[in-house]
């Protein structure tokens, strides 16, 4: 059972940037998809922000984060990053990390994944 912990999260002003890691353990990541979700204050659900496929070669962005958010991983440490930048108050949330451990196409759907962290909180201040 893979466990998934967070962390990077904090206040910031809009425009600044933040770093979050994703750190791993009880089990190793290399083969599995890992994502991002986020859910802002009032939301029910989590939405998609980014994702990684096991060896970094394909990567997807929700169209609200293109081109300001990255996101990366280190198999060797069992890690993923997700670099913001140009933050915006819209972005503020619990950051999720997730993990599929099912190979394929990786997938923008909660349901698709089988792991997940406690989050942590990003708050972007105008």
């Known amino acids: 059972q893979v466990q998934l912990v967070e962390s990077g999260g904090g206040l910031v002003q809009a425009g600044g940037a933040l770093r979050l890691s994703c750190a791993a353990s009880g089990g190793t990541i290399v083969t599995y998809t890992m994502a991002w979700f986020r859910q802002a204050p009032g939301r029910k659900e989590r939405e998609f922000v980014a994702?990684?496929?096991?060896?970094?070669?394909?990567?997807s962005y929700a169209d609200s984060v293109k081109a300001r958010f990255v996101i990366s991983r280190d198999n060797a440490k069992n890690t993923v990053l997700l670099e913001m930048n140009r933050l915006e108050p819209e972005d503020t949330g619990v950051y999720y990390c997730?993990?599929?451990?099912?190979?394929?196409?990786?997938?923008?759907?909660?349901?698709?994944?089988?792991?997940w962290g406690q989050g942590t909180q990003v708050t972007v201040s105008s």
């Open positions: 994702n990684i496929n096991f060896n970094g070669g394909t990567r």
């Open positions: 997730a993990a599929d451990r099912h190979p394929g196409i990786p997938s923008r759907t909660r349901e698709a994944y089988d792991f």
